[in-house]
């Protein structure tokens, strides 16, 4: 019985995600979304912003923008993958970039999923979150 209330606490964990998008806009509705969802949110102005963060911090997955100033979103997620602390964290890329040599290079960089903003709806980003935590 007692194992059973420490799974369950672990399961109540709220989950945490981090945003990285240089668009203060962008970065406010995206946090919005994800917060009113359920989940703790955590943002960073940039992909360097994004990878100092994910060095001192715990996260379940990561939403990035492709486009930033001193590190891009391609950057960043191909940082992670080779980093040694969160190699396997899930990476959505949400970006204004629609062009299939785009998607693949975030899908070579090793992002799990490629959203793109003119497409872009809440519930399909939630959707996505959920399907990778």
Do not use: C, W
């Not at 930033?68 to 969160?86: A, I, Q, Y």
């Amino acid at each position: 019985m007692h194992q059973l209330n420490i799974q369950n606490r672990k399961e109540e964990k709220e989950k945490r995600i981090l945003i990285v998008e240089d668009s203060i806009t962008v970065r406010s509705m995206l946090k919005n979304f994800v917060e009113n969802a359920g989940y703790s949110v955590m943002t960073a102005v940039d992909g360097l912003d994004g990878f100092n963060k994910l060095s001192s911090e715990e996260f379940d997955l990561i939403i990035s923008d492709i486009e930033m100033p001193r590190m891009n979103g391609f950057e960043l997620t191909k940082r992670v993958r080779e980093s040694g602390n969160h190699p396997d964290i899930p990476v959505i890329l949400v970006t204004a970039l629609e062009s299939q040599e785009d998607m693949k290079m975030g899908m070579d960089a090793g992002a799990d999923a490629y959203i793109v903003k003119s497409s872009f709806e809440k519930s399909n980003l939630i959707q996505t979150i959920k399907r990778f935590i």
